[in-house]
C-alpha cells in the first residue's frame, strides 16, 4: 500500500515539474524579443517564481522516486536496462533544468545571447525527454 503512495506522489510532483519545464522555455521566446524594460522586468519575475515552484516539483519528484527505489524498484529492477536508461535521460533532465537557471539568469542580467528561434527548439527537448522516460516506465522495452 505504501508503494501506491508514493508512486502517486512521485507522478503528481512529475507533473508539477514538467508544467514548469514546458512553460519556463516559452517565456524564454516571448522575452528574447521584449524590447522595454516593463516587460522585462514582468519577464524576469516570472522566470524566478515559476523556476523555484519547479524546482520543488523536481526535488520532490526526486525524493520520492529514489523513496521508491530505496522500498522496492531496486531490488527488483537494478539489473533492468530500462531502469538504468530511465536514470540517464532523468539525468539530463536535471541538466536540463539547471540550463534553464543559467537562462533565468542571463535574462535577469541581460546577458541573453540567443533569440526566440533557439528557445523554440530548446523548448522541445523536455517533450523528447518524457516520451522516452514514459515509454521506459511503461512498456520496459528491455
Known sequence: MMMLWLKAFHIIFVICWFAGLFYLPRLFV??????????HDRFVVMERKLYIIMTIGAVL???????????????????SIWLNAKLVLVALLVAYHLA???IVRDFRNRENRHGHVYYRWFNEAPSLLLIAIVLLVVVKPF
Do not use: R
Not at 66 to 79: D, I, K, L, P, R
Open 30 to 39: 516571448y522575452h528574447a524579443v521584449t524590447t522595454d524594460d516593463m516587460s
Open 100 to 102: 534553464c537557471l543559467k
Open 61 to 79: 519528484t526526486a525524493i520520492f522516486g529514489f523513496w521508491m527505489m530505496g522500498v522496492y524498484a531496486w531490488e527488483v529492477y537494478n539489473q
